[in-house]
């Protein structure tokens, strides 16, 4: 961990960390079907609006760069160049009544040592002891499905959205996880101020059936995360414009510029993922005339797949990203190796610009204007969920202590920079970081205790943009982010919880599919054998799983668009 902590950098990064799956809408991350009273199915409007809780933004702190809201519905993060030298405090009594209580939240990083100082410290903050037992993300959802299953959840846990469908989150809900609409629903939220000012996109994640049972994590307006980065560094090296690239030929014309394999240098790593977008092919529906398409069946992604084909097997792309060496795309970035590569916005903070800097002075990170592939249609790019990480409290807490629990989340979800932010992201000041030049420090102590991503996983303020010491990115990410904002559009049924039923879950993953995707897109099999597969996989479930969220979804709830 660096010497610098940065809890944007670090669980954005954490949420790259999870995979591909990360970056699509919540309802591809459906949840199981289970059993007895927790069904886990969709919210009506009126039913969603019934249960969220009211929206009061939080006064606290001025920030450099304002959040804007724009009529698409993206919302920018608010960006703050410095640290607060003296933090606010917003919650004026210690929230916790005495009690103790078990949590599980994933962490990708070191974890610390079991019950250290700064969780001590922490504990005496919040008046209650939360046990935390991070445990490693990588095999997060595994641990997580073993423990729902046997119904043995800790009080307070953290459920990603992609996780849902291994966890089973739809079939917990209402029995083991427990309805927070009578605490938060409406005006009883403003109990807890910080709570409030959570957006309503964040909410939404963890609403199910027309009841709210979730917490949401780190909410955000404009969750972008088909993105594709580059070297700025090296791009201006070779008196490369990134303003001048408005098309995928203009993108292949710029590739074959910075390409030397001799050199060891490759323009491309894998940018399928963050790239078919430009084609215009969707998340994952469109809806025409009234009819769901599937992506499968769109001309889009022939385009996008014929041309990102033909970048497998034109030499432009790094050798180890076509072999499908996914695991050291960043530090094939780092050392130049690649010099255009795809990821989401939390790719892009102090931590990448030290690793990099670590491996090249000149290092910088830049990020390419949003295009069209063709290079004159109108660009987009798809607002993801409103948050990707909520947090559960379990159904046999009393109501007492799930109280107790909604006044500690008020404390956790305290404004970017109070008190209480700097409390649990840094731990105390003087033992677990030092203020160097106006940045929070962490000190060896800190080092060792306090990992960003363990609290904020419970309950975490909105978003901001923010990179203590580097003003310069978190400049340049809001520039980024306002000019972006207005191409911004909601995939179809976007900030749903959709329960598939099992007799679906295996035409929705669609691996056989996907796993096709992947060979195409690497130059092993032809465009073709991506046809043949839809084919199969629309004779084995495709097309039902399809008329079921025709049927079930949009007839009964719309698109949410």
Known sequence: MSTEMNRRAVLRTAAGAAGAAALSPLLAACGGSGSGTGKGGTSSKKGLA?????YVPSAVGKPDFPSVTFP???????????????????????????????????????????????????SKALGTTIKMQPANGNTYGTSLATLSASGNLPDWVQIPAWMNGQVRTGGLVGRHLADLTPYLSGDHVKEYPN???????????????????????????????????????????????????RSADDLMRVGRELTDAKAGRWAFDDIWTYFNGAFGVPQKFRVDGGELVHKYRTPEILEALNWHHKLAKSGLMNPDALAGNV????????????????DGMGAWGVSDAQSGQAANKTYRRGLLPVFAADGHSRPYVYIGSGTGYVSYVNARLKPGQIRELLS????????WGSAEYTMAIYGVKGVDYNLVKGVPVATPTGQQNVQQATYPFLAACPNTVNNPGYPEITKEQCAWLKATAPFAVKPVFWNLNVTVPGRYSAADTAQAV????????????????????????????????????????????????
């Open 195 to 245: 709570l409030a000012a959570i957006p309503s996109s964040g909410w939404m994640a963890g609403a199910w059936e027309n009841k709210l049972y979730g917490i949401p994590c780190f909410t955000s307006g404009t969750s972008f995360n088909q993105i594709i980065f580059y070297r700025h560094d090296v791009l201006q090296d070779h008196g490369i414009d990134a303003a001048d690239i």
């Open 408 to 415: 500690v989340a008020d404390y956790l979800a305290a404004p």
């Open 514 to 561: 996907e796993d096709t995707i992947t060979s195409v897109i690497h130059g092993i099999k032809p465009v073709s054998a991506f046809q043949e597969a839809v084919s199969t996989w629309r004779r084995s479930g495709g097309d039902q799983l399809v008329g079921w969220y025709q049927d079930t979804i949009l007839a009964k709830y719309g698109a949410n668009q």
């Open 72 to 122: 698409n519905g993206a919302v920018t993060e608010p960006g703050y160049l410095t640290y607060p030298a003296e933090p606010v405090t917003t919650v004026r009594k210690t929230p916790g009544q005495g009690g103790h209580y078990t949590s599980a939240t994933p962490l990708w990083g070191t974890i610390p040592p079991a019950g250290n100082q700064y969780y001590q410290a922490m």
């Open 327 to 342: 695991n050291d795309s960043k530090t094939r970035f780092y050392a130049g190796k690649t010099v255009i590569t795809g």
């Open 50 to 54: 019934a249960a969220l809780p009211a």
